[in-house]
Structure formats: structure tokens, C-alpha cells
């Protein structure tokens, strides 16, 4: 079975610009976290979706935004990006949320000049 | 405001001897504790602990977790230059599912 897939795998773009970040869940997951992780930190949560409906968002501004499909699979858009948005961005999906594991993809490395 | 503490944040140790690291979380709602493996990008899920004194193990690898003193320990036995990687203890807050993590541990196996 394959695993949680992201898209694409290095993305450089300029201040200002916007993004989107893709991700498909293990087969059979309905839930999709995302999480930003800066170099040297651990992986901060930013956005939970199930069934296509946000179930949690982490504290991170407006510019920030995401969507689930009926596939199950998602997209997390940054908007008006900033130099300290360079990050390596992970999607998790689990079967539900709740007390299941959650499985990581390889993640999106984005580096904003 | 909800925290997990990893400690050592590195450590260089020797093929064959045996590592343990620590994580402890002040966070509402807990639901468990996993931890993750991390080389070059993707976690990978190595335990996840809900419940006091059970222990885990999958090879060389254990972990346990204390819910009264609110830690969780990882062991590693034997170690091999494999095992070299950066360590994220994780804790499921509340409903959403939502990961809490800790700094991480980077442990260096010398040969």
C-alpha cells in the first residue's frame, strides 16, 4: 500500500507570493493533519481535517488556509508568503481523529527568497 | 499553555551501548503519547502509549509511560549507526487529534 504522498517535494518562491501544497492520505484515512516544522524545532500543527470539515486549526494567521476533497486528499495554501514561512511542510493522515496514529508524508521543503 | 519536553536534546553514543531518552508534557485532554523516528524528512511512527506502565517494544526499541508523573521514556538497546536520527515524542491533545510535540532528540551512534 502506498503511503501519504505529498507535491511537490521543493518549492522556491518570493515574498509576496502564494502557494499551495498537496497531499494524499494512506488509503482508507479520512483525517489529514498538517504541520509546519522549522529547522532544529519539532512540527507545529496547523490544520485538522475530516470529512472535508475543519477539526482543528493550530495558531497560525489568516494567510493560512486548507481544504480536504471527497478523495480525502488535501491542499494547504499560504498566502503573501514571508521569509520565516521557509519550512518543511508535513501532512499526517489518520483513520479518524482522535487516539489513532497518525502517519507522516515526506513533506514539502519551501524556501521563500 | 500545553508543552512537551524533550531531554537530552542530543547525544553521541558508541555502536552497542544503550540510550534512554525522556519526554514529559504538561497538556490538556491527553489522549497518548507517540513517538516518531525522524532521518531526513518524514516521522516515522515508531509507538504510541495510552495507558500507565505498559510497556511497548518492537526490536531494540521500548518505551513506557507514566501518566501520574506525566513522562514517557525511550529506550534503545545495542545501538547501531542506524539508529542516528532525530527522536520527536508527540502528544495527542483533545478531540481533534492534534499532535503536541517536543523539540526533539538528536542522537549520533558512532561506530
Known amino acids: 500500500d502506498a503511503g501519504v504522498t505529498q507535491s511537490p517535494t521543493h518549492l522556491i518562491k518570493t515574498r509576496g507570493q502564494q502557494v499551495t501544497l498537496r497531499c494524499s492520505p494512506i488509503?482508507?484515512?479520512?483525517?489529514v493533519s498538517w504541520y509546519q516544522q522549522v529547522l532544529g524545532q519539532g512540527p507545529q500543527f496547523i490544520f485538522q481535517?475530516?470529512?472535508?470539515?475543519?477539526?482543528g486549526r493550530g495558531n497560525f494567521p489568516d494567510r493560512f488556509s486548507a481544504r480536504q476533497f471527497p478523495n480525502y486528499s488535501s491542499e494547504l495554501n499560504v498566502n503573501a508568503l514571508l521569509l520565516g514561512d521557509s519550512a518543511l511542510y508535513l501532512c499526517a493522515s489518520s483513520l479518524i481523529p482522535g487516539t489513532y496514529e497518525q502517519y507522516f508524508g515526506p513533506g514539502t521543503r519551501l524556501t521563500v527568497t | 499553555e500545553d508543552k512537551v519536553v524533550q531531554s537530552p536534546l542530543s547525544l553521541v553514543v558508541h555502536e552497542g551501548d544503550t540510550v534512554t531518552l525522556n519526554c514529559s508534557y504538561e497538556?490538556?485532554?491527553?489522549?497518548?503519547l507517540l513517538w516518531y523516528k525522524q532521518e531526513k524528512k518524514a516521522p516515522t511512527f515508531l509507538f504510541m502509549l495510552t495507558s500507565s506502565g505498559i510497556e511497548k517494544k518492537s526490536g531494540r526499541l521500548s518505551s513506557i509511560l507514566d501518566k501520574k508523573e506525566l513522562f514517557s521514556i525511550l529506550n534503545i538497546t545495542a545501538t547501531q549507526t542506524g539508529d542516528s536520527a532525530v527522536y520527536l515524542c508527540?502528544?495527542?491533545?483533545?478531540?481533534?487529534?492534534?499532535?503536541?510535540f517536543g523539540q526533539g532528540t538528536t542522537l549520533q551512534v558512532k561506530p
Open positions: 488509503s482508507g484515512h479520512k483525517s
Open positions: 481535517y475530516y470529512e472535508k470539515e475543519e477539526r
Open positions: 508527540a502528544v495527542h491533545s483533545g478531540n481533534t487529534g492534534k499532535l503536541i
Open positions: 497538556v490538556t485532554n491527553f489522549r497518548s
